[in-house]
């Protein structure tokens, strides 16, 4: 199968890969996916406390080359971006700017799975 | 070295420059029909073809008349067990094999089961070995074959064939085996393993695609297959189309050469698998090995990266031509049916990369492709949550996982 460069270019150089402190309130984690299904997404955002907007995202994937390309897009879309702007990606988007053929699409839903996952644990450790 | 490097010897093999010359002549000289009895261009052929069976037939102990030319492994294995089936239905509809074998079996054994066959599939343990006992114990009264492949093509695990030939011999009942990825690589000998029907394939001893062979017993017992292909009654009625006359002496070029290097060669293939394997297991941790340790294919090496995706693996290794159990590298997006039947976890079905090595296969190539997979390791593991996870000290089976 033949990759989009796209693909090619996040895969050979993944943008913001990495941890950040998960115990941290300002960041949110998301783990979705499963190593059974040969893909799993580790997303993460932090988030300005004031302004609450998404100032850092990393990310770490266990996948094929499109779930790494689509997690590193991905961590490179949230930054600077609102959380309600955040939850708003769609992951039509993502297939789009990759080039992804229909197999792939699955890696484009996990991404967006995993930037809302990455939100609500935010959201819920930052309630009340 | 030239790049990409071949390492998937275990699909498919260049032909030997040798073989290509051997067969030149027939494409344009001496082109004539194999079954045309009634002239000089048919008569030259026919003599060609009959001493390649000749010769193809020795390669594996087996006279010339018991050789019947196919147009590969796959129509081998189709003729031999819906050819069996169909003309010993009356006897019974019974068929023993193993979930570990080529989809060339399996598929026309699932084929039968809707025309009202029982098939029974042995177990499998985690190496890929079968169960003598179970076996034994598996052959009933209207048991007609039992059919199991010398080698695996994926994990590389050998069946012990002289131990199951012995069984199903005195059982009374016929054994098939599809040799494809053994003959020429391991010694195989029909009389002595007590073999009555063996499948083989030109192009995976450097041979060309589209040429297969069926060695169908002759006597003691005697083996009687119905064709599955009707037409001008070629091969003794078994397999109706003109001969391949080029593919047929290319096949025999190509054995002759792989049986006379055979015993060297697989010394050779066994030193360069081990090389790779000291190699990356004294870099990388968390590699598992699929198949047998010692019983397998000489030039066949199957390994799951843990926490590393196969494709993902392979994409990182683009001077390298492997193939993958991954399901990301399968059109049905399903991993390995045979690592799944060994009980390897999906997890690492889709971190596994076959390594297949060859004739033309150098201690420099392995010493390369080592060192690109140690890199492209270490580098997607630095990226792989789950390696971060278990470095962290997480059982990762307690992770209460989002499927999708």
């Known amino acids: 199968m033949a990759y989009s460069e796209k693909v090619i270019d996040h895969y050979s150089e993944p943008r913001n890969v990495g941890s950040l402190d998960k115990s941290d309130l300002n960041v949110g984690t998301g783990l979705v996916g499963a190593p059974e299904c040969g893909d799993v997404m580790k997303l993460q955002i932090q988030v300005d406390p004031e302004t609450k907007q998404i100032i850092d995202a990393k990310f770490k994937t266990f996948g094929c080359g499109s779930a790494i390309a689509s997690s590193s897009l991905a961590t490179e879309w949230v930054k600077g971006k609102s959380i309600d702007e955040a939850m708003s990606i769609q992951n039509t988007e993502i297939v789009e700017e990759l080039s992804l053929p229909p197999v792939k699409i699955h890696c484009s839903v996990l991404a967006e799975d995993a930037i809302k996952a990455a939100i609500s644990d935010y959201k819920s450790r930052n309630e009340g | ?404």
């Open chain 2, 1 to 404: 070295m030239k790049l990409p490097i071949y390492l998937d010897y275990n699909a498919t093999t260049p032909v030997d420059p040798l073989v290509v010359e051997a067969m030149m002549p027939f494409f344009t000289e001496s082109f004539g029909n194999a079954a045309s009895r009634n002239h000089a261009f048919g008569w030259q052929v026919e003599q060609v073809v009959e001493d390649a069976r000749e010769s193809i037939g020795k390669a594996i102990g087996a006279g010339a008349k018991e050789i019947v030319f196919t147009s590969g492994a796959t129509e081998s294995d189709n003729l031999a067990i819906l050819g069996a089936a169909e003309f010993y239905q009356k006897k019974g509809k019974h068929i023993i094999t193993s979930p570990i074998e080529h989809k060339a079996v399996i598929d026309p054994c699932h084929a039968l089961e809707q025309r009202g066959y029982e098939i029974t599939f042995l177990d499998v343990d985690k190496d890929g070995c079968i169960d003598l006992k179970q076996l034994e114990e598996s052959i009933r009264e209207d048991t007609i074959l039992v059919s199991l492949m010398a080698g695996n093509n994926e994990i590389g695990t050998l069946n012990p064939l002289s131990e199951i030939g012995e069984i199903t011999r005195a059982k009374g009942v016929l054994f098939h085996t599809d040799a494809t990825q053994g003959v020429g690589k391991i010694p195989i000998d029909v009389d002595e393993m007590k073999i009555d029907l063996l499948s083989m394939s030109a192009h995976k001893l450097y041979g060309p695609k589209g040429m297969g062979a069926l060695y169908v017993r002759r006597k003691k017992p005697r083996v009687r297959l119905s064709p599955i292909m009707f037409g001008g009654g070629h091969e003794r009625g078994m397999r109706s189309g003109t001969l391949n006359v080029t593919g047929i002496v290319g096949f025999a070029k190509a054995l002759e050469l792989s049986m006379a290097e055979m015993a060297a060669e697989a010394e050779r293939l066994t030193g360069l698998r081990q090389r790779l394997f000291d190699r990356l297991t004294a870099e990388l941790d968390y590699i598992f090995l699929n198949g047998h340790a010692t019983e397998r294919l000489p030039n066949n090496l199957n390994l799951s990266f843990g926490y590393v995706e196969g494709e993902s693996l392979m994409m990182g290794v683009s001077e390298l031509a492997v193939s993958s159990g991954s399901a990301c590298t399968s059109s049905s997006l399903e991993p390995s049916y045979v690592l799944r039947a060994l009980g390897v976890g999906d997890d690492l079905a889709h971190s596994s990369i076959r390594f297949g090595m060859g004739r033309f296969t150098t201690v420099e190539e392995i010493d390369y492709a080592a060192e690109k997979m140690i890199v492209a390791v270490k580098r997607l593991r630095e990226m792989s949550p789950l390696y971060e996870m278990v470095k962290e000290g997480v059982d990762l089976s307690t992770v209460q996982w989002a499927s999708h």
